[in-house]
């Protein structure tokens, strides 16, 4: 095969009655002028051989040639050839408005063979569902990019902060601060919220989300974001890292976080426009305002966002707020019943004292966990520890430093022992072995200069009760308190020899005082 055919490999096949690429017709007519045969024409072009006479047919009925062809347009040369035949000017077909037509394939369900058919085409017969098909492809490939691309109503929100920010002064400090721009729009209508807020920290951007789906009165299917922080803490092209708080947020309200790719602005082209637009419309005419407070900024730009929400887009023939209505609305899912709790999430390590440290502040993990990483998330109110996907422990927020929370449940079993060591829990222990014992024990905690210095003695006469029965602990007891012995060695003396057995010794009678020449009465210390 010549060399000259080369360049033609690798294209498309071709068939009777499709119009081609200007380039392959005149090499065709080129081919053939050369001298060589329609199956090698075939070949050279990768077309069908059918499609090869048809043309060669047609410039020899027209008398054209090669060279004739080559100074006239494309368009001009398939005229010539007789295969430029305009679909969409043939008598008889009707007039669409296509624009209503892409409108309404953003509402759920509704499709174009749907829309043909209403429109009673197919019964006239003065449009096929083929015809009406491509007249609307090549409608849409005339309009602007941004109409071009098909967004499902109740589908995506797009989510992002703006380039530009706001100035205000702090009264207390009299510091010049920024409030950042967080902006929101919806795929389908362009629906759009603006909110300021002090920072791009994971609490102001969880907390716009919130507000965000409240101003639109229900949930979106997918939310697409950028890859800042607050929303990605890893990213990647594939497989982007979600924040765990950002995660969290998107379960609560049944929503898919599906991150823009890293420098790729057309996946969020829809937010990108939302941003130009209100930098014009909200903060370009808010730039001269002197303001005190991020909410003294949201009271500004509210009149300002229903007034730009208002505003007839051109290309679509409506405002945002009509195409929300319409479109998005009615697709929206229900916003959750309970509000979310936001809280922070980080990794930690249980100490060997299976405690854990957040803030400065000591938070206790069950003791079996010791020396393992585990999930924490912080909430205002609580402090949450995970493991392995559950919950297994749950603490008051105490911002106290340096200073512990402990569960008596995460304790190993020495300590809770240890632990449960109280004076309560040993007075009521003897009272119910009996009053004796009771009486020994109170004198216990007499003698010494703090209670917690009786514990040990009280648990060895728990220990004499184990060994020896209640009963003849009561009974060592009452000897003891008889003869005034005020200690555990000396109960458990009684208890070996078993003395506690004996009968008890009689009361001793009050002897009558003596008197004798030898002693000396109180009037000699005179």
């Known amino acids: 095969m010549p060399s000259q055919f080369l360049f033609l490999r690798g294209t498309g096949m071709g068939k009777r009655g499709v119009i081609m690429s200007g380039v392959k017709f005149r090499e065709i007519l080129r081919l053939s002028e050369g001298g060589y045969s329609d199956s090698e024409i075939s070949r050279a072009c990768r077309v069908a ?11 020899r009925v027209s008398e054209l040639t090669y ?43 509704v499709t174009l063979l749907l829309l043909w058919e209403e429109r009673l085409y197919g019964q006239t017969k003065t449009c096929s569902y083929s015809t009406f098909c491509r007249m609307y492809k090549r409608w849409e490939l005339r309009q602007e990019v941004t109409l071009r691309q098909f967004y499902r109503a109740g589908e995506k929100c797009f989510v992002d902060f703006s380039g530009l920010t706001l100035a205000y002064t702090d009264i207390q400090s009299g510091e010049i601060k920024e409030a950042e721009i967080f902006v929101g729009t919806l795929g389908a209508s362009n629906y759009t919220y603006v ?73 969020k082209a829809k937010v990108e426009k939302a941003v130009q637009d209100i930098q014009r419309w909200i903060l370009a005419p808010l730039r001269d305002r ?48 309970a509000d979310f709790e936001w809280g922070t999430w980080k990794t930690a390590r249980v100490n060997i004292d299976y405690h854990l440290e957040h803030e400065r502040h000591y938070y206790s993990a069950p003791y079996y966990l010791v020396r393992r990483e585990v999930w924490v998330k912080a909430s205002e109110k609580c402090i949450e520890i995970f493991f392995d996907g559950k919950r297994v422990a749950l603490h008051e927020r105490d911002k106290t430093p340096y200073t512990h929370s402990t569960l008596f449940e995460h304790m190993p079993p020495e300590h809770q022992a240890v632990r449960s060591w109280t004076r309560e829990r040993f007075t009521s222990w003897s009272k119910s ?28 006469l728990q220990r004499l009760a184990q060994k020896y029965s209640s009963g003849r602990l009561e009974q060592a007891c009452k000897r003891a308190n008889h003869f005034k012995l005020t200690t555990m060695r000396s109960v458990r003396s009684i208890l070996e020899t078993g003395k506690d057995k004996l009968s008890a010794p009689p009361e001793a009678s009050p002897q009558e005082p003596l008197f004798h020449a030898n002693l000396r009465g109180i009037s000699n210390f005179h």
């Open 195 to 267: 909110e300021a807020t002090a920072s791009q920290e994971l609490f102001h951007w969880i907390g716009a989300h919130c507000r965000l789906f409240g101003f639109f009165g229900g949930v979106t299917e997918i939310i697409i974001p950028d890859n800042l922080k607050s929303a990605v803490t890893a990213a990647c092209r594939y497989e982007p890292e979600i924040n765990r708080t950002y995660q969290e947020f998107a379960e609560h309200y049944g929503v898919a976080v599906l991150p823009a790719r890293t420098r790729k602005p057309r996946d």
């Open 290 to 337: 002197v303001f005190h407070s991020v909410s003294e900024i949201n009271q500004a730009i509210k009149p300002l966002l229903e007034g730009f929400n208002a505003r007839m887009m051109r290309e679509y023939e409506a405002s945002r707020h009509d195409l929300f209505l319409r479109l998005d609305k009615p697709a929206l899912a229900a916003l959750p019943v």
């Open 67 to 109: 060279e004739k062809l080559r100074g006239v347009s494309d368009s001009e040369a398939l005229k010539l050839l007789g295969k430029k035949v305009s679909r969409e000017g043939k008598a008889g077909l009707p007039e669409v408005d296509f624009a209503w037509v892409h409108s309404e394939l953003s509402r759920r369900g």
């Open 433 to 460: 072995i009996g009053t004796e014992t009771e009486q020994f024990v109170e004198m216990l905690f007499a003698k010494r200069a703090h209670e917690a210095q009786a514990f040990r003695s009280i648990l060895g």
């Open 49 to 59: 051989r059918s499609t090869v006479q048809d043309y060669v047919s047609r410039a």
